[in-house]
């Protein structure tokens, strides 16, 4: 019997199809030998060594766990469009390195994300790339003996080629488990096309947690919930927080994800005079009347009336 040939990790990483789990490109590359010299001998038993890239997904879905979902970023428009982004690029069900390293090339990010006619993008994604170096997740849970806080950075390096044009984030080991292999019912699911468009990172965060609640298409979360996700300025109260962080990010997301966004304020129960939740429910709107070249929105055409028998 002819032992199964092993080859080696990097190869699988470099030759593995848009996909393709870590095993299925293992599996079809031993069938399909390559030249010879172009392999180096490894027990396929042995994990993915951690400076191997990231298998790319490609097709621009963002896997996200629902704790992660819940929790603040501290990031900027900017900065999350490139985090999103390159979430994106990550296959999520690949086995992984410890950490994920992800290559994102300026001019297709620039096409992808709409920005390619901006002067601007080449710096905003340097500044993006810097800044999130300092930038972390912050996920407050509750336990018997009160609510503890967390904080996690985003990336343990940011790397920027000024003469290449690619940025190269590598995203820290507390994070990366956030971001593949994870269960369905652990993470929402949506496509990158359906944000680019967004200039808040308000909508953002609050169209990810109606993500949550895709099926019910319901989201009930108390304020205090609400104001951490969406890292609200704790100057704000809630009058500010209804303007500037629900009814914007409502009227945004109607605009440019197309939802009819319902929402209500439920008072406190043991303070009514203050709200303690809020709850939204939604829709995708069936038609969005587009205005003409003239400024003027199209009349709806009236259906014949039947007649009657």
């Not at 009227?251 to 319902?262: G, S, V």
């Amino acid at each position: 019997m002819v032992e199964e040939q092993r080859i080696d990790d990097s190869y699988i990483s470099k030759n593995a199809r848009p996909g393709e789990t870590w095993e299925q490109a293992r599996k079809r590359l031993q069938s399909t030998p390559p030249p010879t010299g172009e392999i180096i001998e490894r027990s396929r038993l042995s994990p993915p060594p951690d400076n191997l890239q990231t298998i790319y997904g490609h097709d621009g879905e963002i896997h996200l766990a629902k704790a992660l979902v819940k929790a603040a970023h501290g990031l900027t428009i900017h900065q999350t469009r490139l985090i999103r982004y390159a979430v994106s690029k990550i296959h999520p069900t690949a086995p992984q390195p410890s950490q994920l390293v992800v290559r994102i090339v300026a001019v297709d990010y620039a096409e992808k994300m709409g920005v390619k006619g901006s002067k601007n993008f080449y710096r905003d994604l340097q500044e993006a790339a810097d800044a999130l170096f300092n930038r972390y997740i912050t996920i407050t849970r509750e336990t018997p003996k009160g609510r503890t806080t967390e904080k996690i950075h985003w990336v343990s390096s940011a790397k920027y080629h000024t003469g290449e044009g690619w940025v190269e984030l590598r995203f820290s080991p507390e994070v990366s488990p956030s971001l593949s292999m994870l269960n369905n019912g652990d993470k929402i699911i949506y496509k990158l096309q359906s944000t680019v468009d967004l200039k808040s990172t308000y909508s953002w965060r609050l169209y990810e947690l109606l993500m949550q609640w895709k099926d019910t298409k319901r989201l009930l979360i108390s304020v205090e919930d609400y104001r951490n996700s969406l890292d609200v300025p704790e100057s704000y109260i809630y009058g500010d927080i209804k303007a500037h962080c629900i009814d914007k990010p409502i009227k945004e997301l109607k605009a440019k994800c197309h939802m009819d966004i319902e929402f209500k304020a439920i008072k406190d129960k043991e303070n009514k005079k203050r709200v303690g939740s809020l709850e939204f429910s939604w829709k995708y709107a069936e038609q969005i009347d587009m205005p003409l070249e003239g400024g003027e929105t199209p009349k709806k055409k009236r259906g014949r009336k039947p007649k009657e028998a």
